[in-house]
């Protein structure tokens, strides 16, 4: 194992799933992709992103106070690539990437048509976190793909590597381990074997 002790940037969390983040204000619309994301709480239903503040994305959410997450299957890969390469303050990316977008119905920001999920959130809370701003919003509607997710996640989902590389899930490899594995193995091991 190597040691870093002063480092500029690490990725060795990833493969991390890609979201695609829109956001509106009056009728300015975003996208940006975010591998930092993640749920907060079942009830209230939570979900974090987290966003640089030199993103045109961090400026719509604080002043709209709501965003979407979408989340995509590998086969569009090349739009998180596109968003996240990208911004919004330079190019209106809905219309240079011909992007099908589908209005929300808790919130004015849109949702990527072709996405397999989608969280629509109102912003609830959002913290300083040194160079990024963690927005909390509240899960207020979701949109699925109900074939995606029959009876687990049966799709290809986009994953980010870091330094632009994308994979995805070998599906075939799936493993269950489920209560009853679990306890089982909790058994043998207090019987020592």
Not at 62 to 80: D, G, H, I, M, Y
Not at 141 to 154: E, K, Q, R, T, V
Not at 159 to 182: A, M, P
Request: with cysteine; hydrophobic share 35%; charged share 25%.
């Amino acid at each position: 194992m190597v040691f870093i002790e002063n480092l500029d940037k690490y990725n060795f969390h990833y493969p991390a799933n890609v979201a695609i983040v829109c956001s509106k204000h009056e009728e300015r619309v975003n996208l940006m992709s975010a591998a930092w994301h993640t749920q907060l709480s079942h009830n209230p239903p939570l979900y974090g992103i987290s966003i640089s503040p030199k993103r045109f994305t961090h400026d719509l959410i604080l002043v709209s106070k709501e965003f979407t997450v979408n989340f995509l299957r590998f086969e569009q890969s090349r739009l998180a690539a596109f968003f996240g390469k990208t911004s919004g303050r330079d190019i209106d990316k809905v219309n240079v990437f011909e992007i099908d977008l589908s209005e929300s119905r808790n919130v004015k920001a849109p949702f990527l048509k072709d996405s397999y999920a989608v969280y629509e959130c109102k912003l609830v809370d959002f913290r300083n976190t040194g160079d990024h701003t963690f927005f909390i919003g509240k899960i207020v509607g979701i949109h699925y793909d109900p074939n995606a997710f029959s009876p687990s996640l049966n799709i290809y989902p986009t994953l980010y590597l870091g330094t632009d590389l994308y994979i995805t899930t070998d599906n075939s490899n799936k493993r269950l381990h489920d209560e009853k594995q679990v306890k089982e193995y909790l058994s043998r091991w207090v019987q020592g074997g």
